[in-house]
């Protein structure tokens, strides 16, 4: 069995920074990738960022230059540092795994169970 384990959310005013973090435990080969989606009430869940193993980054356009996503492969574990943040990224920040429990396969996405980040006016 997998869990993926988020911390880090909170409350902070606009202009601020927080860092969140999502380590995953269990039987694991390989993640890949490992990232971040958000929801915000009333919408859909949508693209933060996301990170292979190898380092390649996928960012949705809006999160580039604020947002930075990191991974710590040895802990099976992923940060977003995220800056100069503005009351619109208020959401439920979930994360994301693509996990190998073997080498052969098969995969399986995986959810962490949310943090919420609100920002303050």
């Known amino acids: 069995q997998v869990q993926l384990v988020e911390s880090g959310g909170g409350l902070v005013q606009a202009g601020g920074s927080l860092r969140l973090s999502c380590a995953a435990s269990?039987?694991?080969?390989?993640?890949?990738?490992m990232g971040w989606y958000r929801q915000a009430p009333g919408k859909q869940r949508e693209l933060v960022a996301t990170m292979t193993s190898g380092g390649s980054t996928d960012y949705a356009d809006s999160k580039k230059g604020r947002f930075t996503i990191s991974r710590d492969n040895a802990k099976n574990t992923v940060y977003l540092q995220m800056n100069s943040l503005k009351p619109e990224d208020t959401a439920v920040y979930y994360c994301n795994a693509r996990i190998w429990p073997t080498k052969w396969g098969p995969e399986y996405d995986y959810w962490g169970q949310g943090t919420q980040v609100t920002v303050s006016s």
């Open positions: 269990g039987s694991i080969f390989s993640i890949n990738p």
